[in-house]
């Protein structure tokens, strides 16, 4: 029984940071992640952290810009995100899985959720 909720979307000028969040009921998994979306176009891995939360991952496209984090006494996956650009805009989601291969799981391999928060840049 694993649930997340994620918040702190929001509309921001390009340049501008957000910082979203994911309420997590459990950090009993391998692998937690943020993934986005735009349109009808599959979800892209954004950023993971793994590894007993030691470790960290970041897709090219958001490398220098992005950051993963977790607050164990909150429950709580943070992604920090400076530096934002339109292509950006998309709906966000966090995601958990307790299978092996953090770094090579995606979309399929995640088997929690969260309902999605929109961040759009212009």
């Known amino acids: 029984h694993v649930q997340l909720v994620e918040s702190g979307g929001g509309s921001v000028q390009t340049g501008g940071s957000l910082k979203l969040s994911c309420a997590v009921s459990?950090?009993?998994?391998?692998?937690m992640a943020w993934f986005r979306q735009v349109g009808g176009k599959g979800r892209e891995r954004v950023a993971v952290?793994?590894?007993?939360?030691?470790?960290?991952y970041y897709a090219d496209s958001v490398k220098g810009r992005f950051a993963i984090s977790q607050d164990n006494a909150k429950y709580t996956v943070y992604l920090q995100m400076n530096s934002l650009k339109p292509e950006d805009t998309a709906l966000y989601y966090c995601?958990?899985?307790?299978?092996?291969?953090?770094?090579?799981?995606?979309?399929?391999?995640?088997?929690?959720w969260g309902q999605g928060t929109q961040v759009t840049v212009s």
């Open positions: 995601a958990a899985t307790g299978r092996i291969g953090c770094l090579i799981a995606g979309p399929r391999e995640y088997d929690y």
């Open positions: 952290i793994y590894d007993d939360r030691s470790l960290t």
């Open positions: 459990t950090f009993s998994v391998r692998c």
